[in-house]
């Protein structure tokens, strides 16, 4: 079992920036990769970035050059900083953990981009 938690959402002008982070409890040395995923009002969830247990990052393409995932040091902790914030970034963003068995969902945060 993992549970995660998502945190630092919130409201932000276009143009700013936000850091999302992501605290993991449980069997957390089970996990291979970690991300984090959006979805928009009346779309469907997306992915935005991962981060395998290795280093190796993913984003999609509409958020390169603009996002980073990481991981802290004692692996428990996976942030998304994202910079030039556009309204279209607006959703609630989900922490996710992928073990070899199963996939684990945060609550969301809520980000949104708006003047």
């Given at each position: 079992?993992?549970?995660l938690?998502?945190s630092?959402g919130g409201l932000?002008?276009?143009g700013g920036?936000l850091?999302?982070?992501?605290?993991?409890?449980?069997?957390?040395?089970?996990i291979y990769?970690m991300?984090w995923?959006r979805?928009?009002?009346g779309?469907q969830r997306?992915l935005?970035?991962t981060i395998?247990?290795?280093g190796?990052?993913?984003?999609?393409?509409?958020?390169?050059?603009r996002?980073t995932?990481?991981?802290?040091?004692?692996?428990?902790m996976?942030y998304l900083?994202m910079?030039?914030l556009?309204?279209?970034d607006?959703?609630?963003?989900?922490?996710?953990?992928?073990?070899?068995?199963?996939?684990?969902?945060?609550?969301?945060?809520?980000v949104t981009?708006?003047?």
């Amino acid at each position: 079992q993992v549970q995660l938690v998502e945190s630092g959402g919130g409201l932000v002008q276009p143009g700013g920036s936000l850091r999302l982070s992501c605290a993991a409890s449980g069997t957390i040395f089970r996990i291979y990769v970690m991300g984090w995923y959006r979805q928009a009002p009346g779309k469907q969830r997306e992915l935005v970035a991962t981060i395998t247990s290795g280093g190796t990052t993913n984003y999609a393409d509409s958020v390169k050059g603009r996002a980073t995932i990481s991981r802290g040091n004692a692996k428990n902790m996976v942030y998304l900083q994202m910079n030039s914030l556009k309204p279209e970034d607006t959703a609630v963003y989900y922490c996710h953990a992928a073990l070899s068995t199963n996939n684990y969902w945060g609550q969301g945060t809520q980000v949104t981009v708006s003047s």
